[in-house]
């Protein structure tokens, strides 16, 4: 089983990502074919934007994963690692308070879309699960940041000792 949360943990996110991408490719390129044919598709545009907004929210949850997410750094090259440390996690903390609020809001609104029943206009699924892509990848999203807040923490209680022992050896190496 530990196996098994461990796969998903690692992998979740591409499986996701490799999915809709295989989709929305393999859709464009049958319109474009069945374009040449003179028999175009009416949903095939719908799905492969509906692909693609699933693409991105999920594709903030593996740049969060892979700490590849934009970032502006010009504070954190005259830090020490500790300070560089803290500011990530303090801005970690503003991430996750943005994450919880589009997530509950993100929620609240695919709800509202599927009680109300609405549905796409060419391929009848309903809007809410369009609109689920929000809620879906801001709470992998905040997983990945609690995960990554985790890693701090260790990363800052590590560094001290090891700061320690490095101003020791560096003392040792001068005295000797």
Same mark, same amino acid.
């Given at each position: 089983?530990?196996?098994?949360?461990?796969?998903?943990?690692?992998?979740?996110?591409?499986?996701?990502?490799?999915?809709?991408?295989?989709?929305?490719?393999?859709?464009?390129?049958?319109?474009?074919?069945?374009?040449?044919?003179?028999?175009?598709?009416?949903?095939?545009?719908?799905?492969?934007?509906?692909?693609?907004?699933?693409?991105?929210?999920?594709?903030?949850?593996?740049?969060? /994963?892979?700490? /590849?997410?934009?970032?502006?750094?010009?504070?954190?090259?005259?830090?020490?690692?500790?300070?560089?440390?803290?500011?990530?996690?303090?801005?970690?903390?503003?991430?996750?308070?943005?994450?919880?609020?589009?997530?509950?809001?993100?929620?609240?609104?695919?709800?509202?879309?599927?009680?109300?029943?609405? /549905?796409?206009?060419?391929?009848?699924?309903?809007?809410?699960?369009?609109?689920?892509?929000?809620?879906?990848?801001?709470?992998?999203?905040?997983?990945?940041?609690?995960?990554?807040?985790?890693?701090?923490?260790?990363?800052?209680?590590?560094?001290?000792?090891?700061?320690?022992?490095?101003? /020791?050896?560096?003392?040792?190496?001068?005295?000797?």
């Amino acid at each position: 089983m530990m196996k098994i949360i461990r796969w998903l943990d690692e992998h979740i996110e591409k499986v996701f990502l490799v999915f809709f991408s295989v989709i929305m490719v393999a859709v464009i390129f049958l319109q474009v074919v069945m374009r040449q044919l003179d028999h175009s598709l009416s949903w095939s545009e719908e799905l492969a934007r509906y692909c693609f907004i699933w693409l991105i929210y999920i594709g903030i949850s593996l740049g969060v /994963k892979e700490q /590849k997410h934009v970032k502006i750094d010009a504070l954190l090259v005259v830090l020490s690692k500790k300070g560089q440390t803290v500011l990530h996690f303090i801005a970690n903390l503003f991430f996750m308070a943005f994450a919880v609020y589009v997530l509950i809001f993100g929620y609240e609104l695919a709800n509202q879309l599927l009680q109300f029943g609405q /549905k796409s206009p060419a391929i009848q699924i309903p809007m809410g699960f369009v609109y689920m892509a929000t809620p879906v990848g801001m709470g992998l999203t905040l997983i990945r940041l609690v995960q990554h807040q985790i890693k701090l923490i260790g990363t800052f209680m590590d560094k001290s000792s090891k700061i320690e022992t490095i101003s /020791k050896d560096q003392e040792r190496r001068i005295t000797s």
